[in-house]
């Protein structure tokens, strides 16, 4: 067991947090403050995203890249602590092209897309000229069980007829998000995990409108949480995604490495955060004492450092999974960090809130919002209890094949 990064990994994490100490860190003021009046898409973030291009920092997330695309075939497992530096500004990722939910619906699009919607959709979403959007949720039902999703894809003639409502669908606002990658039901009467697929559909199509920016936590993004109602939409039927009924086949490929990469950035924002705290305590006095000399805050310095290294680990291994032996082999893994890394983030954060004092609640650290990010991930993208569900389900499996003999001890 080697815990080493690669040298070329240690090479990319070095030009990438120097990209951000020269570039992106001193942008922060500018981009809370034209985020704050609306702005989704700062004049600079084009500049730094083709500084970041032509520096070779682009695309770091796709382990199947073609030569002939734009950027770097790195595995998930040279991605990942990347993904770790780039999370500690939480825009950081679209100055590389590397942000969610592009990156989601980029694995998809090449993994499926026919040559059409490659050069369609894919190709400029490769070159950072648009932006995208992922359709799962709805308002009316618990779609953390993505089988109740009720949203219709209905075939007629050469067209599919859609007619739905979607809530909480991230970057919907974005003024270059030009495509939504919808789920819903083209097959009601087909078994229970083949009646769903999914299909692509413009923005701009007839009958799609984004109705609502829903703030969370009562904070508003510009590119949104946002509820769309689709209305008879009629797109092409070469717009659907690989096959009709494969819409589950499709979500269980795209979700294991978007987990691996939310994971990582959670894990760099925990890291921001330890450090925080690690300064305030060593500067601030009270009752005679630095902070940290105070047993129960070096406790939670403590605590914090042995969560975050556990959490990285068993990132790290998931990632490892993947690349080795497929998003399938790697379900538990994958199912065990996004239970685990959102509660360690919002554990770590929470401790360094604490240890600031008032200021911790107040925007002069990041510290609030970044507790924020953690609490939101314990619900986007599955809530915690859904992950827990499939790690029970497959340690009881093994527990099983282990009683007849049939597999070894854990590992
Ligand atoms: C900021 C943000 C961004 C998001 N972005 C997107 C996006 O871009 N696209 C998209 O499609 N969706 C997005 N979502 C939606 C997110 O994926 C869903 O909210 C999530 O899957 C849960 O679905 P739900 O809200 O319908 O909760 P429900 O399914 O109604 O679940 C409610 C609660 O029931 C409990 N529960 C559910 N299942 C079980 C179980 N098996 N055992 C015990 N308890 C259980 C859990 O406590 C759960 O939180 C986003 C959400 C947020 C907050």
């Not at 950035?265 to 705290?277: D, K, N, P, T, V």
């Not at 300064?279 to 939670?300: P, S, T």
């Not at 969560?307 to 998931?318: C, F, H, P, S």
């Amino acid at each position: 067991m080697d815990f080493d990064y690669s040298p070329k990994v240690e090479e990319l994490r070095s030009r990438v947090a120097a990209f951000m100490d020269r570039y992106i860190v001193p942008q922060i003021p500018e981009w809370e403050r034209l985020t704050a009046a609306g702005d989704a898409h700062p004049s600079f973030m084009e500049d730094l995203k083709a500084l970041a291009r032509d520096e070779g920092l682009w695309n770091l997330f796709l382990p199947g890249l073609h030569a002939d695309e734009p950027g770097q075939a790195l595995t998930n497992l040279e991605y990942a602590p990347l993904a770790e530096i780039m999370g500690r500004v939480v825009w950081a990722s679209e100055v590389f092209n590397c942000s969610a939910p592009d990156t989601g619906n980029m694995e998809i699009l090449h993994l499926f897309a026919t040559p059409e919607q490659r050069e369609r959709w894919l190709v400029p979403l490769l070159e950072g000229r648009i932006r995208s959007c992922f359709a799962m949720t709805e308002p009316d039902v618990a779609s953390s069980d993505a089988t109740n999703i009720q949203t219709s894809i209905r075939r007629e003639g050469d067209e599919y007829v859609i007619n739905g409502r979607k809530w909480f669908i991230s970057g919907a606002a974005h003024p270059h998000c030009r495509f939504a990658i919808v789920m819903g039901v083209t097959d009601p009467e087909a078994e229970t995990h083949r009646r769903q697929s999914m299909i692509i559909v413009p923005m701009d199509a007839a009958g799609l409108s984004v109705t609502r920016n829903i703030p969370v936590m009562h904070h508003t993004t510009p590119e949104g949480h946002c509820e769309l109602v689709l209305r008879d939409v009629r797109v092409p039927a070469t717009h659907l995604l690989h096959a009709q009924g494969a819409g589950f086949a499709i979500a269980q490929a795209r979700l294991g490495p978007g987990r691996i990469h939310h994971c990582m950035r959670s894990i760099g924002q925990c890291e921001l955060a330890l450090e925080l705290m690690c300064e305030r305590a060593a500067e601030r006095q009270a009752f005679g004492r630095y902070l940290h000399q105070h047993a129960n805050i070096g406790d939670w310095i403590a605590r914090s450092r042995i969560e975050i290294d556990q959490a990285r680990l068993l990132v790290l291994k998931a990632a490892w999974l993947i690349d080795r032996h497929g998003v399938k082999a790697a379900a538990r893994e994958v199912a065990m960090i996004k239970a685990l890394v959102p509660g360690v983030q919002t554990a770590v954060c929470d401790r360094a809130i604490q240890v600031h004092g008032a200021m911790g609640l107040s925007p002069d650290t990041p510290l609030a919002s970044l507790w924020m990010w953690g609490r939101i991930l314990r619900l986007a993208d599955g809530p915690d209890e859904v992950h827990l569900r499939s790690v029970t389900r497959l340690e009881m499996k093994a527990s099983e094949e282990r009683r007849r003999g049939r597999l070894g001890p854990p590992r």
